[in-house]
C-alpha cells in the first residue's frame, strides 16, 4: 500500500485527472507502480519482478473479475456528481459503491482498469522501454492535465 501512494507522488499529484471520470488513470498508474516500486525496495533480480508481478496481476485479475460479476454496470464507471449515480453524500460528493464489500466506498474496477492497460503496454513494448517513456513523460509534462 505504500508504494501505490509513493507512486501517486507523480500519477495523481505531479500529473493529475481532469476529474473522477479519469480517476482510473492516475489510479491505474499507482496501481501499476507499486509492483515497480515494492520489487525495486526488494532488490529482486528481473525473474523475480516478473514472478511477483504476474502473480499480483493474477490475484487482481481474479478481484476485478468478482466485482464486475457482483456490481451492477452503472456503479462500474465513475461519474461527475451532477450524473446522479452511486452514493451521495450531504456535500454533493458521489462514491462508487462496492458491492462485494458495501463498507468500501470505491470498486476496485477503477484502479484494475488502467492498470491491465498499462501491463499490457508494458508487455507489448518491453518493460525497459516503458518504464523509460513514463519517465520521459513524468519529466517532460509537469502538471500536465
Known amino acids: 500500500r505504500l508504494a501505490h501512494e509513493i507512486a501517486h507522488s507523480w500519477f495523481g499529484l505531479l500529473i493529475g485527472s481532469r476529474d473522477w471520470t479519469?480517476?482510473?488513470?492516475?489510479?491505474g498508474?499507482?496501481?501499476?507502480?507499486?509492483?515497480?516500486?515494492?520489487?525495486?525496495a526488494m532488490g529482486w533480480t528481473e525473474k523475480e519482478c516478473q514472478e511477483y508481478s504476474d502473480l499480483r496481476a493474477s490475484i487482481r485479475y481474479?478481484?476485478?473479475?468478482?466485482?464486475?460479476?457482483n456490481t451492477e454496470e452503472d456503479l462500474q464507471t465513475l461519474r461527475p456528481s451532477a450524473?446522479?449515480?452511486g452514493f451521495?453524500?450531504?456535500?454533493?460528493?458521489?462514491?462508487?459503491?462496492?458491492a462485494l464489500n458495501t463498507d468500501k466506498l470505491f470498486t476496485q474496477v477503477h484502479y484494475l482498469k488502467g492498470y491491465f492497460l498499462?501491463?499490457?503496454?508494458?508487455?507489448?513494448?518491453?518493460a525497459e522501454k516503458f518504464h523509460s517513456l513514463l519517465k520521459s513523460?513524468?519529466?517532460?509534462?509537469?502538471r500536465h492535465g
Open 62 to 69: 481474479r478481484s476485478l473479475a468478482a466485482e464486475l460479476d
Open 137 to 142: 513523460f513524468v519529466k517532460d509534462f509537469p
Open 88 to 98: 451521495h453524500q450531504g456535500d454533493g460528493t458521489v462514491y462508487v459503491t462496492n
Open 22 to 27: 479519469e480517476e482510473w488513470i492516475s489510479e
Open 118 to 126: 498499462l501491463r499490457y503496454l508494458a508487455k507489448k513494448v518491453g
Open 83 to 85: 450524473s446522479g449515480q
Open 29 to 40: 498508474f499507482a496501481t501499476y507502480l507499486e509492483d515497480c516500486i515494492h520489487a525495486k
